[in-house]
């Protein structure tokens, strides 16, 4: 079997599912797809040497992507493609031609299957335009908002898989079921049922591979750790209150880091740090090794990548018990679930690690078991996406294995 996988963004969850797909016998190529004004993801980054359209220079590619990460890729080709982007009244005919470009060169490859994960709006609908349907997978790590709302135009992709009838794949009960509630809302009539499958992803694997002990240790005992994009969802005014309700009693020190608009103020908060800009690789994992805990206290959520990142150290985690993340975090074995949350429970959860050393411990263990087998295990999730594959090829006669 041969396929394309093509990825907007997301390499730290599609780079571990090529390789272990790679070791089920597929012939797999990987394609990462970054747009013009945004070429970095938490893996590569071109932001020091900007590349042109189209495809990277595989030189170029494996110097950014470093010795180890290429070793762990064995058996899989990587191919980098950059995208042209913008507004939709700029640069339409450039992403026009680039869509066709990529396809013609799909179509000469002769892929059984073409495997896309995630999108990218305009870029992914002309791409979706110019190959065969019938051979298209889409992965949907998202398909509303955090909140459930959505900007129109980010609906059309979601409308031209419905009327395909294309076989999606989700991380998440919660996006499984949005998209069903969806589908069942755009049409009064029957709608052919494409096959939907719930297939999770592992541990962000990736990160093992870069350099630490770049983030200087604070003298502390206790570090508390929030990273991510910064919007108003992920409840960070929550943390940095419930910060103040046991620093008194606690020598915490808080970090937050993450680019985005803060919404929030340390007014009080006697130790942290904030990096508001961009986090790289690097700082990622050492601002990770050096925490003793991440909370995540969203107020609202479908699904996170925080949680496969963290737990690839091992880390226990304090989060909201909300649609998403209670789907991945089990209550008192790998983290804590917070109900109802606010500056107060969110203390109370927090006071409640910091004072059971024992219990962090057995969560670290925990977590070591429950994501190196079963159902977040890599090697299941590319047995499961095989599977899916391989019924989605008996439905195409005319393709052959």
Not at 121 to 130: E, K, S
Not at 137 to 147: A, G, P, Y
Request: charged share 25%.
């Amino acid at each position: 079997m041969k396929v394309a996988i093509l990825s907007f963004y997301l390499m730290e969850s599609t780079i571990p599912l090529a390789k272990y797909l790679a070791r089920e016998g597929v012939e797999i190529d990987l394609y990462c797809l970054l747009p013009q004004s945004g070429q970095n993801t938490y893996v590569f980054d071109f932001l020091k040497n900007p590349q042109p359209n189209g495809f990277v220079d595989a030189n170029i590619t494996k110097e950014t992507l470093g010795k180890k990460l290429c070793q762990y890729l064995s058996g899989t080709q990587l191919k980098n493609f950059i995208i042209p982007d913008g507004r939709y009244d700029r640069l339409f005919l450039k992403d026009l031609y680039s869509a066709y470009k990529f396809a013609r060169h799909l179509k000469k490859k002769k892929y059984d299957l073409i495997h896309i994960i995630h999108s990218s709006r305009r870029f992914w609908l002309f791409l979706y335009f110019f190959i065969p349907k019938r051979k298209i997978i889409q992965t949907l790590h998202e398909v509303t908002s955090h909140d459930g709302e959505s900007d129109p135009l980010d609906l059309l992709p979601l409308k031209w898989l419905i009327k395909n009838a294309t076989p999606v794949i989700f991380h998440s009960n919660i996006s499984k079921n949005r998209f069903i509630e969806f589908r069942e809302s755009i049409s009064t009539k029957r709608i052919s049922d494409a096959p939907l499958a719930l297939i999770r992803f592992g541990l962000f694997e990736t990160y093992h591979y870069f350099n630490t002990n770049l983030h200087p240790v604070k003298n502390k005992e206790i570090n508390i750790l929030n990273f991510g994009r910064i919007v108003p969802s992920k409840g960070i005014h929550l943390l940095i209150d419930a910060v103040r309700l046991l620093q008194d009693k606690y020598p915490i020190h808080l970090t937050v880091a993450g680019d985005g608009k803060p919404y929030f103020d340390f007014k009080g908060i006697k130790n942290y740090e904030f990096i508001n800009r961009f986090i790289p690789n690097e700082e990622i994992v050492s601002l990770i090794e050096d925490c003793d805990i991440v909370v995540i206290p969203y107020t609202s959520a479908s699904q996170s990548g925080i949680p496969m990142t963290v737990y690839a150290f091992n880390k226990p985690i304090i989060a909201s018990n909300i649609a998403g993340l209670k789907e991945v975090i089990d209550n008192q074995k790998t983290g804590i679930l917070v109900d109802n949350i606010s500056a107060s429970s969110l203390a109370a959860s927090i006071e409640s690690l910091l004072s059971d050393t024992n219990l962090r411990n057995e969560m670290a263990e925990n977590i070591k078991k429950k994501y190196t087998a079963g159902e977040f295990s890599w090697p299941h999730i590319a047995k499961q996406t095989l599977s899916f594959y391989s019924k989605q090829l008996e439905g195409n006669k005319d393709i052959k294995k």
